[in-house]
């Protein structure tokens, strides 16, 4: 079946740094891929999205291109700040009937120190 | 977050007890879903709506029934709590043509 697997945390970072956040799926067909962030005690927020290969999602600074090649969905930002301090899930949507699912990736907690 | 409410945000219940997570959307989604967030294990789906009058399961759907009230209410209901029932659990829904889920803010619920 359909599987996310994204690095495994926490990642610490000093601030400014250059983040990565590895994600590769598994996936018949051509799903979409998304970003969400989690921020403590919230629930997820859409970060960003790509719904076909060599589409490149983009908020906030951070940005994912979607590798059909590799079945990537790699997370980066050039600096990153202490406000990102959250966990992020990468999710692929897996279409059945009438509407969709997501199936989530086990999460990667980011940590960005001052 | 805006648009899907859930409540309660906190619940404690002992083994054995029955209650039901409630949920809304006010956005006229079609779609709607609950999941479960358990450490280290992403969010898993329990069971889904995709129009009024219609639910399936998910994932993980033992010791868990629905009920799609109505195009807005999508609740969640535990019979007979278990220890392996606490969790986090998020209520979502869908928003069409962009194909994108919102998520409420969850349920803290912790079974004793």
């Known amino acids: 079946g359909n599987s996310v697997t994204q690095m495994e945390g926490p990642v610490t970072l000093s601030e400014e740094a250059f983040l990565t956040i590895n994600c590769t799926y598994t996936?018949?067909?051509?799903?979409?891929l998304f970003w969400y962030v989690q921020y403590p005690g919230e629930g997820l927020q859409l970060l960003l999205k790509?719904?076909?290969?060599?589409d490149k999602g983009s908020n906030k600074g951070f940005e994912a291109t979607y590798r059909k090649e590799t079945t990537s969905f790699h997370l980066e930002k050039g600096s990153v700040q202490v406000s990102d301090s959250a966990v992020y899930f990468c999710?692929?949507?897996?279409?059945?009937?009438?509407?969709?699912?997501?199936?989530f990736g086990s999460g990667t907690r980011l940590l960005v120190r001052p | 977050n805006a648009g899907v409410t859930q409540t309660p945000k906190f619940q404690v219940l002992k083994t054995g007890q029955s209650m039901t997570l409630q949920c809304a959307q006010d956005?006229?989604?079609?779609?709607m879903y609950w999941y479960r967030q358990d450490p280290g294990m992403g969010l898993r789906l329990i069971y889904y709506?995709?129009?009024?009058?219609?639910?399936d399961k998910g994932e993980v759907p033992n010791g868990y029934n629905v009920s799609r009230l109505n195009k807005r209410e999508f609740s969640l209901r535990l019979e007979s709590a278990a220890p392996s029932q606490t969790s986090v659990y998020f209520c979502?829904?869908?928003?069409?043509?962009?194909?994108?889920?919102?998520f409420g803010e969850g349920s803290w619920l912790t079974v004793v």
């Open positions: 996936a018949t067909g051509y799903p979409s």
């Open positions: 709506s995709a129009s009024e009058g219609t639910t």
């Open positions: 790509a719904t076909k290969a060599d």
């Open positions: 979502a829904s869908e928003v069409r043509p962009a194909n994108t889920i919102y």
């Open positions: 999710a692929l949507s897996d279409r059945a009937d009438s509407s969709y699912k997501l199936i």
């Open positions: 956005m006229n989604h079609n779609s």
